[in-house]
T-cell receptor, first 110, second 112 residues
């Protein structure tokens, strides 16, 4: 069954603005990962945050994790046209597999 | 020097046919996966192999049969294709040390 659910389903922003998307999940996790998928391509790993971490940064990406609320957020700062893609959260539980949500589609307008 | 490769990229076939998708990774990873992504972009795990041993076998029709000849390859064979099998199929791999997965470019299967 689907573990993560992203919100919003779609997001349209102006270049230079920040984009924030959220992910909620149902069961306990070892870690939570964010992936990007450009149109017609495979998924690319962006960042991993472990269950004992609350915040993590990588370049223009900032991820938070609140295990009490079973939620995570991904912030992309100073967005660029190249950030146009679908973003997926994936939870890693104790069952050797990642469970993905349906993604947030981000469109960055020039 | 592609990390995870899949062939073919596109596959168009008639209902009832049997087809295979091949996947190869040159990352030295021990674990490989097959995912199905539907038209709403929902990505669902189908199978996973670790060192040629099946470790994940989700509720998938037995028309789907994975085969791992060695730990660098994981192929997916589909018998008696149905309209509902139309989707994009992704192969991925990961190491036992690292939790992240590396995805192939996908195979878009269209069943007519």
């Amino acid at each position: 069954s689907q573990q993560g659910e992203e919100d919003p389903q779609a997001l349209s922003i102006q270049e230079g603005e920040n984009a924030t998307m959220n992910c909620s999940y149902k069961t306990s996790i070892n870690n939570l990962q964010w992936y990007r998928q450009n149109s017609g391509r495979g998924l690319v790993h962006l960042i991993l945050i472990r269950s004992n971490e609350r915040e993590k940064h990588s370049g223009r990406l900032r991820v938070t994790l609140d295990t009490s609320k079973k939620s995570s957020s991904l912030l992309i700062t100073a967005s660029r046209a190249a950030d146009t893609a679908s973003y997926f959260c994936a939870t890693d539980g104790n069952d050797y597999k990642l469970s993905f949500g349906a993604g947030t589609t981000v469109t960055v307008r020039a | 020097d592609t990390a995870v490769s899949q062939t073919p990229k596109y596959l168009v076939t008639q209902m009832g046919n049997d087809k295979s998708i091949k996947c190869e990774q040159n990352l030295g990873h021990d674990t490989m996966y097959w995912y199905k992504q539907d038209s709403k972009k929902f990505l669902k795990i189908m199978f996973s192999y670790n060192n040629k041993e099946l470790i994940i076998n989700e509720t998938v029709p037995n028309r789907f049969s994975p085969k791992s000849p060695d730990k660098a390859h994981l192929n997916l064979h589909i018998n008696s294709l149905e309209l509902g099998d139309s989707a994009v199929y992704f192969c991925a791999s990961s190491s036992q040390v690292e939790d992240t997965q590396y995805f192939g470019p996908g195979t878009r299967l269209t069943v007519l």
